[in-house]
């Protein structure tokens, strides 16, 4: 098991989750994941343009396979650009669609029994495309209060901007622009336990912190190509020492800081180990297993490939999206 030590921080390789398939079980491109207190995760798959892979994985984190739901289409719970997912304190899974400019609600307080829901488990939705405060452009990020009250990163509109769950707008903060504050194209988005809300702004690679009013707290991140430096970040997560993670996109990493804004360590990716999907699909499938014997060098394939998402759960592991490869790497962070 792959080892990073820094400062009195151990990060180690866990295990893979996924594996590539058009159907499910499987992820084609995923974008996002959320994660329950029950170690349920809800997958994001995005699929891509003359690919109709658009559905939410639902799975436990030893890759059990639980079901799916939502399609490729414009119809009350379908989607055609998923690109963010969140779950409120009863369970019902809010998904933000960036073409349509909406937010789709789900339960999830079912027994899926492994079959594809398709939208019977949708309930509603809300949304209004636009720029006038209270509308929405492009959402790229979701994340719940401890109120309840959900935070919708606008990529279009280069702000933050909040709403009850049911849809009623509270307040917006951030404008286009590269001071403290301002925003371009920003992506993800989470809060702390203590409420500062942290924005992965894309545009200007960095990551953000704000009060809970929006006010600018601090950032960071400076733009760079190398370790402790970002590129297009895209998703950001705090864990409870509140050392901050971030996908840094463009690079195929992810970067690890302190809570003061020091860097602590830098995560390539370390997938050694096929998942136990992807062992399974080459079970069925002799002829990769033939193709596999002929490469000489798998280290690329451990290495992360645009990671577009990272999550972290109570128990120290963290959780990243590896979108290209069609997976989620895990780690678990101890202290010496």
């Not at 998904?95 to 400019?101: F, P, Q, R, T, V």
């Not at 809570?259 to 079970?283: C, D, M, Q, R």
Request: proline share 4%; net charge negative.
């Amino acid at each position: 098991m792959h080892a990073i030590k820094t400062n009195d921080r151990i990060f180690r390789y866990s295990h893979t989750i996924g594996s590539q398939s058009p159907g499910g079980p499987g992820f084609r491109y995923p974008v996002d994941l959320a994660l329950t207190k029950d170690d349920i995760i809800y997958v994001v798959n995005r699929g891509h343009d003359g690919e109709e892979a658009h559905r939410v994985s639902v799975l436990t984190t030893d890759s059990e396979y639980i079901g799916q739901f939502g399609s490729n289409g414009k119809a009350d719970g379908q989607f055609i650009w998923p690109v963010a997912i969140a779950v409120d304190k009863n369970g019902l899974v809010y998904l933000a669609d960036e073409w349509l400019n909406r937010i789709s609600i789900y339960d999830c307080n079912l027994d899926f029994g492994g079959l594809d829901f398709e939208q019977k488990n949708f309930l509603f939705k809300w949304g209004v495309g636009g720029s006038t405060e209270g509308q929405i452009s492009a959402p790229a990020g979701l994340a719940f209060d401890s109120n309840d009250n959900l935070y919708i990163s606008e990529g279009d509109n280069h702000r933050v901007s909040k709403f009850t769950k049911s849809g009623k707008f509270l307040m917006t903060f951030g404008a286009k622009g590269s001071s403290p504050g301002e925003f371009n194209t920003p992506w993800g988005i989470t809060i702390d336990d203590k409420g500062f809300i942290y924005v992965a702004d894309w545009g200007n690679d960095r990551v953000q912190k704000f009060t809970s009013e929006g006010n600018y707290v601090m950032e960071f991140g400076i733009p760079g190509d190398v370790p402790g430096r970002l590129r297009l970040p895209s998703s950001v997560a705090v864990d409870r020492d509140g050392d901050v993670y971030i996908t840094d996109w463009w690079n195929n990493k992810v970067e690890v800081y302190a809570k003061n804004s020091s860097h602590l360590s830098t995560l390539i990716g370390h997938a050694e180990e096929v998942s136990k999907w992807g062992n399974a699909y080459l079970e069925n499938n002799p002829s990769d297993v033939a193709n596999r014997r002929l490469v000489t060098d798998f280290e690329p394939e451990y290495r992360f490939m645009m990671p577009s998402s990272v999550a972290v759960n109570g128990q120290g592991h963290v959780f990243v999206v590896d979108s290209i490869r069609f997976r989620i790497q895990v780690y678990k962070k101890t202290r010496k």
